[in-house]
């Protein structure tokens, strides 16, 4: 049963509860273009990840209704949720607020973001291995979200964020690229 309310919530209600989310909360969609090229970075960083983990995975993304596989569902993914969490998440950042007010921003959408990945892996949507787990998931919205809000100021320097990240990750969890076709 957890597993059948795991592929509507995986293929069908969460992405219908973006689409809305995201009609409330983005205040500027006639500006999206001054979004575009973090959406871009994101999709892109997301998907190079998928290519170095491919053979390796550390999260594997299940069948959901009419996504038939882990890769077709990643890019399902990459190009309908990811490219709408951050023009939420970039459209309403408090850029002239203090520095608190921007952490604490930053923070609630980091906690959000896993709490709803945890969701996922309670309802068997996603399971985690080769030494992935909720933890790092965590760490990981905790360190994407500061990214984004970088590279929509300073994407050279997200850039080097995202290569130092790879370069830390890749043999912490063994990540095998030599083997990569």
């Known amino acids: 049963m957890l597993k059948v309310i795991g592929e509507y919530w995986a293929a069908v209600i969460f992405p219908l509860l973006l689409v809305f989310a995201s009609l409330f909360i983005v205040k500027d969609w006639k500006n999206w ?13 997301s998907l190079v990840v998928s290519v170095l983990t491919y053979e390796h995975w550390l999260w594997y993304f299940h069948k959901a209704l009419f996504i038939p596989n882990h890769t077709l569902n990643d890019l399902w993914i990459n190009f309908t949720q990811f490219p709408l969490i951050c023009f939420m998440f970039l459209s309403r950042y408090p850029y002239k607020s203090r520095w608190l007010m921007q952490a604490a921003y930053t923070s609630i959408w980091a906690v959000i973001t896993s709490l709803i990945e945890g969701v996922f892996v309670i ?5 985690y291995h080769n030494g992935w787990n909720w933890g790092w998931s965590v760490l990981f919205w905790f360190v994407t979200f500061p990214t984004l809000r970088l590279h929509h100021s300073k994407p050279f320097f997200a850039w080097l964020v995202f290569v130092i990240s790879a370069m830390l990750v890749i043999p912490y969890f063994h990540i095998p690229i030599t083997q990569l076709k």
């Open 33 to 45: 273009r001054y979004y575009y090229p973090t959406i871009l970075f994101t999709i892109g960083v």
């Open 123 to 127: 309802l068997q949507c996603t399971t």
